[in-house]
């Protein structure tokens, strides 16, 4: 049971432009939701969470939206840069976020100059 | 630096041999995470510590599987007669519990080949 869905793989920008990374999750549970950046070889870097009392979070160029009713999140990029290509995790987790983390199966980003 | 290690970053090993991997958090969080991460899957949650108390254990890990915390600090994962599907890439995680939304911080990694 996939309960943090990730459904495109893959996902090619333009340089410059928005990139957008969705997430749908099914546990009611989930409060608190976090976007980590994967490079390969390396552990997961945390980049933005949002807790389920907001509705969005920003931090410089990324930005993630909650939408409750229908258990989805988003992250924007904007502007994008060649080095965000990396594969991006959205995770789950419950109890105000103290516990184990549930991931998806991540979406590579390619940027393209 | 002051992250999250793991040792070994890499290990070979042949099927039925026993691993032993290492995870230094970061030092002043007190709760620690182990995860495992297989190609083209998102990282899976196998084990978490409080300090030195083991408080959630995964359905995916098997009885060939022992994590430890013993003071509280660094913690050891090992796997026991290991078979090829144990082949992964075994992550640490680290967090403060300082009380809600607490982000959990990963280390590089230990990638596992059983031969």
């Known amino acids: 049971d996939q309960q943090v869905k990730q459904n495109s793989p893959s996902l090619s920008v333009q340089e410059g432009r928005i990139s957008i990374l969705n997430c749908d999750y099914t546990n009611s549970m989930f409060d608190y939701f976090l976007w980590y950046k994967k490079y390969p070889a390396e552990g997961p870097t945390f980049l933005i969470s949002?807790?389920?009392?907001?509705d969005k979070n920003e931090d410089g160029r990324f930005t993630v939206f909650l939408n409750k009713s229908a258990k989805h999140l988003s992250l924007h990029i904007v502007p994008s840069q060649p080095g965000d290509s990396a594969v991006y995790f959205c995770a789950a987790s419950a109890n105000f976020g103290n516990e184990k983390l549930t991931f998806g199966t991540g979406t590579r980003l390619t940027i393209i100059p | 630096d002051t992250g999250v290690s793991q040792d070994p970053r890499h290990k070979i090993t042949k099927r039925g041999q026993n691993v032993t991997f290492r995870c230094d958090p970061i030092s002043e969080h007190n709760r620690l995470y182990w995860y495992r991460q297989t190609l083209g899957q998102g990282p899976e949650f196998l084990t978490y510590?409080?300090?030195?108390?083991?408080?959630?254990k995964s359905r995916l890990l098997s009885d060939r599987f022992s994590a430890e915390r013993p003071k509280g600090s660094f913690s050891t994962l090992e796997i026991q007669r290991t078979e090829q599907g144990d082949s992964a890439m075994y992550l640490c995680?680290?967090?403060?519990?300082?009380?809600?939304?607490?982000?959990?911080?990963f280390g590089p990694g230990t990638r596992l080949t059983v031969l």
């Open positions: 949002i807790s389920s009392i907001k």
């Open positions: 995680a680290s967090s403060l519990d300082s009380g809600a939304y607490n982000e959990q911080f």
């Open positions: 510590f409080q300090n030195e108390a083991q408080l959630e």
